[in-house]
């Protein structure tokens, strides 16, 4: 059913899971606000689903590592009179690095754009959000979320925080029109740095691995229906279950010797 009135806002909308949800979200015949770094080519991905799914779509270009851009993007949609009823804040930067050798921008990247960029989004959108007879938060999160990575230290550490809060903010939410959600998939195909990073564990990170299609469908799926967490595929979430036996100290060898392989490739 067409939504004329309503709209679903995804940040990271020009590549990867973002583009993925939007196109999934386009053939569900909802309107989309995109949101993107500048020059990334989105207003193409705009036209091309907008062509496709004949839904009304707009986008907002901005850089969500700066301090001014969460709220530039609440008042782009404020001005133009947008009604929000999904929330997805995907955009989120990776990476592998040897933390005493990085550069202090690489950890402060990560931190602007996958924690505050996401909290102050979603801080921003809860009073539009409860406006709507029901709405929805989606936050992307990913299994390295349950681990703490040597060499992935702040990327595991942010998306540790993003399912903290989500699961706290849904408690706080509760009783209201706002469902909150978040997914948590291993390796996604979404660039040459993924797959790069992907073919580094061998075989069974293929195994693990899902197309970024059947994440961003699955991923919706599970938001409409309420759910809380959707970790993609049985294999990752033996693998959480695996980790409760393993004594702390092993593991952390275990995740050493394997995200060294990362390092190796990036």
């Known amino acids: 059913m067409r939504q004329e009135k309503s709209f679903a806002l995804i940040t990271g909308a020009s590549s990867g ?8 979200c386009g053939s569900r015949k909802m309107n989309l606000l995109l949101i993107s770094l500048p020059n990334e080519g989105l207003s193409e991905v705009a036209r091309e689903i907008r062509e496709k799914h004949d839904v009304i779509i707009d986008y907002f270009e901005t ?3 700066q301090l001014e851009s969460p709220e530039s993007v609440y008042k782009w949609v404020i001005e133009k009179k947008y009604a929000v009823n999904i929330l997805v804040n995907n955009a989120g930067v990776a990476g592998t690095a040897v933390f005493e050798n990085s550069d202090p921008a690489y950890s402060d990247i990560r931190i602007m754009v996958n924690i505050r960029a996401l909290t102050l989004l979603t801080r921003y959108f809860i009073p539009e959000l409860k406006k709507q007879e029901k709405s929805y938060i989606l936050n ?3 299994l390295s979320a ?3 990575i040597p060499y992935k230290t702040v990327y595991s550490a942010s998306k540790a925080y993003v399912v903290n809060f989500s699961r706290a903010l849904r408690y706080e939410l509760k009783g209201s029109p706002i469902s909150v959600s978040v ?3 291993n390796g996604v195909r979404t660039n ?3 797959h790069a990073r992907i073919e580094a564990h061998g075989a069974k990170a293929r195994l693990t691995a899902i197309p970024v299609e059947v994440l961003a469908k699955n991923a919706i799926e599970k938001m409409l229906t309420g759910k809380f967490l959707y970790i993609p595929l049985g294999v990752n979430r033996f693998l959480i279950l695996l980790q409760k ?3 702390t100290a092993l593991q952390q060898r275990m995740l050493t010797r394997e995200f060294m392989k990362e390092v190796k490739v990036s």
């Open 17 to 24: 899971i973002g583009k993925g949800i939007a196109w999934y």
């Open 245 to 247: 036996f393993i004594p």
């Open 63 to 65: 850089d969500l590592s």
């Open 140 to 142: 992307v999160g990913s």
């Open 146 to 148: 349950f681990f703490s």
């Open 192 to 194: 040459a740095g993924t």
């Open 183 to 185: 997914v948590c998939p």
